[in-house]
T-cell receptor, first 115, second 115 residues
Framework: AQKITQTQPGMFVQEKEAVTLDCTYDTSDPSYGLFWYKQPSSGEMIFLIYQGSYDQQNATEGRYSLNFQKARKSANLVISASQLGDSAMYFCAMREPNTGNQFYFGTGTSLTVIP | DSGVTQTPKHLITATGQRVTLRCSPRSGDLSVYWYQQSLDQGLQFLIQYYNGEERAKGNILERFSAQQFPDLHSELNLSSLELGDSALYFC??????????????FGSGTRLTVV
C-alpha cells in the first residue's frame, strides 16, 4: 500500500485565490511527522510546513496551512492568496521513526497559478 | 542557500561508466539521506547514514554504494551506469536520525544524465 497518496496530478488556481492540495497517508505508527515540500522548475526542494502526529492544532506558516484530520489520515495543504511564484510541484511526505525516519513522498501535485 | 552542498550540479556520462556524487550536510547535522527522483519512480529513498554509520537502506541498487566520512560529508557512488539511472539525485541532512519531527534540509541536487 502507498504510504502517501496525492490524487491530484495537476491543479490550476486563479491568482489571489486559495487552493487546497490533497494528501492522505497510511501508517500504524502512533508517532509520525507530516511535511509538505515545494519543488519549483529549478529543481530544489523547499520545506513549507510540518505537522506532528500529536499536535492538537493545525500547523500554519504564513500563507500555508495544513488541514490535519487524523481520523481520516489526511494532511491537506492550503495555500491562501495564491501568487504566480507558487506555481510548482508540491510533495506531501511522511516520516516514521520505526522505518528509520526516511521520508515517504507522494507523487506530487503540479500547481499552476493563473494571472 | 540551504546549507547542504551537493556537487556537481550537473553530470553527463556514458553508459557503463562510474560516477561519484558528493554531499556536505548542513553544519551540525549528523544524518545524511540520499534520494533519487526520476520521472517514472518519483522520489525514492536510497540510503541513510548517521554519524558515519549506515542507518537505513531503501531502494538502492547493488551497483550503487555510499559512505559517510568522519567529517560527515557523504558520497554516493554509481557504477555500471544505465540509461535508466538518469535522474535528479538529492542529498538531505538532519540533526537527528530518530525523531520524526526533524525535517530535512535538501541540497539542490545533482542532475545525472546517462547517454
Amino acid at each position: 500500500a502507498q504510504k502517501i497518496t496525492q490524487t491530484q496530478p495537476g491543479m490550476f488556481v486563479q491568482e489571489k485565490e486559495a487552493v487546497t492540495l490533497d494528501c492522505t497517508y497510511d501508517t500504524s505508527d502512533p508517532s509520525y511527522g507530516l511535511f509538505w515540500y515545494k519543488q519549483p522548475s529549478s529543481g530544489e526542494m523547499i520545506f513549507l510546513i510540518y505537522q506532528g502526529s500529536y499536535d492538537q492544532q493545525n500547523a500554519t506558516e504564513g500563507r500555508y496551512s495544513l488541514n490535519f484530520q487524523k481520523a481520516r489520515k489526511s494532511a491537506n495543504l492550503v495555500i491562501s492568496a495564491s501568487q504566480l511564484g507558487d506555481s510548482a510541484m508540491y510533495f506531501c511526505a511522511m516520516r516514521e521513526p520505526n522505518t528509520g525516519n526516511q521520508f515517504y513522498f507522494g507523487t506530487g501535485t503540479s500547481l499552476t497559478v493563473i494571472p | 542557500d540551504s546549507g547542504v552542498t551537493q556537487t556537481p550540479k550537473h553530470l553527463i556520462t556514458a553508459t557503463g561508466q562510474r560516477v561519484t556524487l558528493r554531499c556536505s550536510p548542513r553544519s551540525g547535522d549528523l544524518s545524511v539521506y540520499w534520494y533519487q527522483q526520476s520521472l517514472d519512480q518519483g522520489l525514492q529513498f536510497l540510503i541513510q547514514y548517521y554519524n558515519g554509520e549506515e542507518r537505513a537502506k531503501g531502494n538502492i541498487l547493488e551497483r550503487f554504494s555510499a559512505q559517510q566520512f568522519p567529517d560527515l560529508h557523504s558520497e554516493l557512488n554509481l557504477s555500471s551506469l544505465e540509461l535508466g539511472d538518469s535522474a535528479l539525485y538529492f542529498c538531505a541532512s538532519s540533526l537527528s536520525a530518530g525523531e520524526p519531527s526533524y525535517g530535512y534540509t535538501f541540497g539542490s541536487g545533482t542532475r545525472l544524465t546517462v547517454v
